[in-house]
């Protein structure tokens, strides 16, 4: 029985670090219904930037992270803004090709700058530290804070979506962009501010993923794969969902990997298939679509 706790324990905490990275992607798509393919690459890019200035200067890594996330904020707004908001419209063909385009860029962009070796952040050690429980089952302050900080942006999007002005906007123009730019709402400007907020999550997750694993410049697809499947588990646009379905998607690595270690990431693409033919809308879907 010890086991399996450990099992289930590790599988959710590990859960918490898929919902980081899933949280941006639901964000777009339940504000712009865009499926961002370069999502991966860009929580790659802010882990490879929260290194560049922790290093450059001579500053820790959450100072460091403190500085990368208005930098990161500003790329998501100038990125929707000058670039993703001429090809949002009807046709879902032309944002794909264009973060499929952008994807390739920034891993060969990344890859010129930093190099293909695989790189780290540091903090003081507690990367290694661990909480006893019982019996011999610990577990990891890295992954425990990992998961309250998955819970902490699940929060704080939810306070933002639905106890501000600018959530209440970013639910008019997702329900219907006709009416709400009739009443004199500017989807353009909110789209941006939308992806500024998304890319802002993608550095809490590059905090996460650079403290917990090696990260290099070809890692990003992999990243999207795992948020992607944490948001289609969950439901498309369902917040709370999609921590779920990083939950889930942890669990079933997790347990895979106790039966056999070759196991681990098939179990999590069998767990979301399983959802997906069972569950096409996801476990919690949005009641609007």
């Given amino acids: 029985m010890t086991g399996i706790f450990d099992t289930i324990l590790q599988g959710v905490l590990l859960g918490g670090l898929y919902a980081l990275f899933a949280a941006g992607l639901a964000l777009i798509f339940g504000v712009m219904r865009l499926v961002n393919l ?40 100038l990125l929707q803004a000058g670039l993703l908001n001429r090809v949002i419209g009807e046709d879902i063909l032309a944002p794909l090709l264009t973060t499929f385009g952008l994807s390739i860029i920034l891993q060969n962009a990344m890859l010129t700058g930093f190099s293909a070796d695989s790189r780290r952040l540091t903090s003081d050690g507690i990367e290694t530290a661990s909480l006893p429980l019982f019996n011999g089952v610990a577990i990891g302050i890295m992954p425990l804070l990992t998961f309250l900080a998955a819970v902490g942006v699940i929060i704080a999007l939810n306070q933002l979506f639905y106890r501000t002005a600018l959530g209440r906007a970013f639910r008019a123009v997702s329900d219907d962009p006709v009416t709400a730019r009739l009443m004199g709402i500017d989807d353009r400007r909110l789209f941006a501010v939308a992806m500024g907020i998304a890319l802002a999550v993608c550095t809490v997750a590059a905090l996460f993923l650079g ?47 106790s039966i056999n270690p070759e196991w ?11 959802v997906l033919a069972t569950a096409p809308r996801g476990l919690f879907p949005r009641a609007v679509d």
Wanted: charge should be negative; hydrophobic fraction near 60%.
């Fill in 211 to 257: 403290l917990r694993a090696n990260f290099d410049p070809t890692i990003g697809p992999g990243r999207l794969i795992f948020a992607f499947e944490a948001v289609i588990i969950g439901g498309l646009g369902s917040l709370w969902g999609t921590l779920a379905g990083g939950i889930i998607l942890g669990v079933a690595q997790t347990v895979g990997a």
């Fill in 264 to 274: 681990q990431l098939l179990a999590g693409h069998l767990a979301f298939l399983v």
């Fill in 38 to 77: 370069a999502h991966g690459d860009l929580i790659v890019l802010a882990a490879y930037i929260i290194l560049l200035l922790a290093n450059s200067l001579h500053l820790g890594v959450i100072l460091g992270f403190l500085l990368a996330l208005p930098l990161m904020f500003a790329a998501g707004y």
